[in-house]
């Protein structure tokens, strides 16, 4: 297994955690993911990423406001955090994790997202 599976396989180890997933913000394909795999991952890592480089294009470096660090999507029974990793290839990584939003707390969640987010690249 990769240090990039073992990683994300960590993230899923979080209560609440349904899926996890490194994300392309160019391409917004997944480049590894774990937990639940279906046609929602996908759909929601294209999603997450146009909304990173459209976020980018209004609050980027040397804008108002500053660089777009994590991206919250809140529905009535999920919760999905995706944190802006450093970008290192090409227009940059997103971590992307669904939670079930039942099981956890929305701002703990987030933050224990933050904590995990660097040794995703690691």
């Known amino acids: 297994m990769s240090s990039l599976a073992e990683s994300l396989n960590g993230v899923i180890a ?3 955690v349904r899926a996890a ?9 997944v480049v590894e993911s774990a937990g639940q795999h279906n046609e929602d991952l996908v759909t929601a890592a ?33 919760l999905q955090v995706t944190k802006i990793l450093e970008p290192r290839l090409g227009e940059g ?3 992307f994790v669904d939670l079930d939003r039942a099981q956890v707390n929305m701002a703990l ?6 904590q995990l987010a660097p040794e995703i690249l690691a």
Do not use: C, F, H, K
């Open 14 to 16: 979080v209560n609440g």
């Open 21 to 29: 997933a490194l994300i392309d913000v160019g391409t917004g394909m």
């Open 46 to 78: 294209a999603s997450m990423a146009g909304e990173a480089r459209t976020a980018r294009s209004v609050a980027g470096p040397g804008q108002p406001g500053g660089d777009l660090d994590e991206i919250l999507l809140v529905t009535d029974t999920r």
């Open 93 to 95: 990584l997103l971590l």
């Open 109 to 114: 969640a987030s933050r224990r997202v933050e």
